[in-house]
Structures are given as structure tokens and as C-alpha cells.
């Protein structure tokens, strides 16, 4: 009989519940109370997420977010800007001791199911061989996360297609990603702070190093098609079986409450863990 | 790989080396090398109070964010803050200037209770038969 894992569709969210609720798939699955989970969302608001350690300050434009509209929300994982709006996130929550050990092999084992996904749409897709570490210095990331293709992450004709990153606890991890279905590269760059003068080459470098799912299809396909897609590629790659299921009321609190002292507070999402834990008591 | 007889190890694969009552802790060269570049390093505040597999901290790389877990009980008395500006020396000397923290223990007996050096070799390779 096939192992069992949880399918959650939780539609458009808002950011910060979003991001809550990720985290307390993890926490509720860390403790040994829920199965391994596939869970699938949108945004309700265009949403610009940071990664764990980015400093929100120097990367974002934050008045420019706030005068468009953009949200802008402190992700509980590691890695760099990401522009969410017309696009399927999904999230994975799964036990560190699955026959899989070590970062990289669950970045290859999720991104082949990634990649099983997205080749049902009929992408070519091709996974990123791990990047050798360069020994002659590491050079400067750019703020956004699209802008480069990291160890396993899928991309079509040399462009991103889904940025991917992880919060690895003591027995289980958290990997989420977007999946763009269309791609506002102008937005992105207008939300990050980077200088005027580089913005058109920025833009032109983002037009060739960055996808959507539709730009790259003769025929677009729906967020339910893709949801369909992630679907069989989860279940086939890891030999489960996936049960539509609902979030549980424990889920549910634990989030809300992540959502109320953290993820919905300035002090997380602009100043950062340091300053958010300092002025938090311990949950 | 390195793996110095004269610490113990965790199966969260950090180290840990006794001065007194104080455990120096940090991560092993094998948890440096499958981390990856070390991006980012969060220590604790100086006088936290910490029990057995606290999370004292985090380190990113890779796009991923890995709590730290005490492997003592304890207070913290003293943190590698030259990390924060500077954690490539997780990757570049995991049990020289890449430790972490300094616990102060009152229990000892939790120091004695981690992996030796041979232990924590076979945990590995146990680790690697599995994948």
C-alpha cells in the first residue's frame, strides 16, 4: 500500500497568514502530529517576500511597496526577494528521516517531483546541477531571488522557473516555492532598491534569466492545472499516495497566532528575527 | 573529514569541547561541507538560559535555514559575534574560528553522554548507507 500524504489546497491567502501557516504545517509535523504534506496557495496581494536573513532596509523599496499596494512579508526560509502575484506557490512538509539526508538531496528529490509537475505541461524542464563552490571568493547576489539558478532549481531554455527555498528544523523540513505563471519583472525591480541607472539593464538581464510558466506555453494554463500537475508529480516521484485534506483546527490556531505576534508585524518582516525575537516572549 | 578525538558530537552534527564547566560549541567539518557556503549565522544574547536541544541559533545556506540545538544545558557566556560579519569561517575552520557559542553547565554529565569522535563517524556512514 502506498504511504499517505496530506494534499491542501488553501487558495489565495494573505501574506502573512500565508507564511504563518507554513510555519505551523512544520511545527505540527515536527511534533508528530500530522503526516507529510504537499500544501498549494496563492496571494491575495502582490506580496514581495524576503528571505530569512535579508536586510529589508538596504534590498526593498519600501515606500515604493507601500504606494503600489505590495506587501511586503519576512519568510521563514532562507534566500532572497521573491515577487509573488499571478502565480501557484506550493509548500512541502516532510520528515528529515524519509531515505533522504542532507539539503541538496531533498532540493534534488522535491525539484525532480517539481520538475515531473511542470513536464505534464508540456515544459522542458531541466534541474540545475549543484553550483561548485567557487574558491576564488564568493561573489555579490542580487536582492531578488529569481535572479540566479541555485543547486536544483528548474529552469527552461536557461530561464528560472521556480525559486525554491528551505527551513530545516531537528526532524522535518519546510520547502516552498513559486511557480510564476506570469512574470512583472518591471514590479519586482521597482519594490527592490537597486540603483536607476542599472534598472534597464537589470530588466533586460531579468528578461532572459527569469520565466513564467504561460510566457513559455502556446496555451495558459490555470493555477488548477498546475495544482493537478504538482499532484502527479509528488505522488509518482515519491510513490505516495496524495489525500485532498483540510487544515486542521490546531494548524489553524497555530497559525493565526504566528500570523498575529510575528508574521504581521513590522518588527519580524522589516527589522528582522534578531530585533522580532528580542521583543517576543518565548512562544 | 576531520572528526578531532578530543571533542564530542551530536547527531545534529555539531561538536562540542569541554574548558572547565564551559562547552564550547559549533558545527562539525561534515555538517560545513553538506551545508554548503555559509551565508549567514544568528547566535543568541549572552545569558540565555538554554536546556538539552534548545534552538540557540540558525545558520543559512543554500536557501536553507538550519536551527542550531544546544547540546548542554546551560547559559550561554559567550558568542562568536565575528560570525555575523564573517560566516564563511563556519565553512573555512569549523573547530577553530568558526565556533559559535560557550555554555556554562552545571550538569557535566550531559557533556559525557555525546557522541565520541568514532561514534559519530559511524553515525555518518550509517547517514550516507541510507540514502
Known sequence: MLRQWRFLNTGAGDAALNMALDEALLTVHEAGASLPTLRVYGWCQPTLSLGYAQNAPQDVALSTCQAQGVVVVRRPTGGRAVFHHQEVTYSVVMPLEDGLQGITAHYYHIGLALAAALQTLGLPI?????????????????????????????????????????????????????????????????????????????????????????????????????????????????????????????????????????????????????????????? | MEFPANLRYTKEHEWARQEGNRIVVGITDYAQKELGDVVFVELPEIGLTLAVEDTFGVVESVKAVSDLYAPVSGTVVDANMVLEDQPELVNASPYGQGWMVVIETARLEEFQQLLTAAEYQAYIAQEKSSR
Open chain 1, 126 to 283: 531541466r534541474l540545475a546541477r549543484p553550483q561548485v563552490r567557487d574558491a576564488a571568493g564568493r561573489t555579490e547576489p542580487s536582492p531578488a531571488c529569481f535572479a540566479a539558478i541555485s543547486r536544483y532549481e528548474l529552469s527552461v531554455d536557461g530561464k528560472k522557473l521556480v525559486g525554491s527555498a528551505q527551513k530545516r528544523a531537528q526532524r522535518a523540513l519546510l520547502q516552498h516555492g513559486s511557480i510564476p505563471l506570469w512574470m512583472d519583472r518591471q514590479r519586482l525591480f521597482q519594490c527592490l532598491r537597486v540603483p536607476l541607472a542599472r534598472l534597464p539593464a537589470l530588466l533586460q538581464e531579468a528578461q532572459a534569466s527569469m520565466g513564467a510558466v504561460n510566457e513559455m506555453l502556446s496555451t495558459p494554463v490555470t493555477p488548477t492545472t498546475v495544482h493537478e500537475a504538482l499532484r502527479t508529480g509528488f505522488s509518482t516521484t515519491f510513490g505516495v499516495e496524495l489525500i485532498d485534506s483540510a487544515v486542521t483546527a490546531e494548524e489553524w490556531r497555530l497559525a493565526h497566532h504566528l500570523q498575529a505576534i510575528k508574521y504581521n508585524t513590522a518588527l519580524w518582516n522589516i527589522d528582522g528575527p534578531a530585533a522580532w525575537r528580542q521583543c517576543t516572549p518565548v512562544l
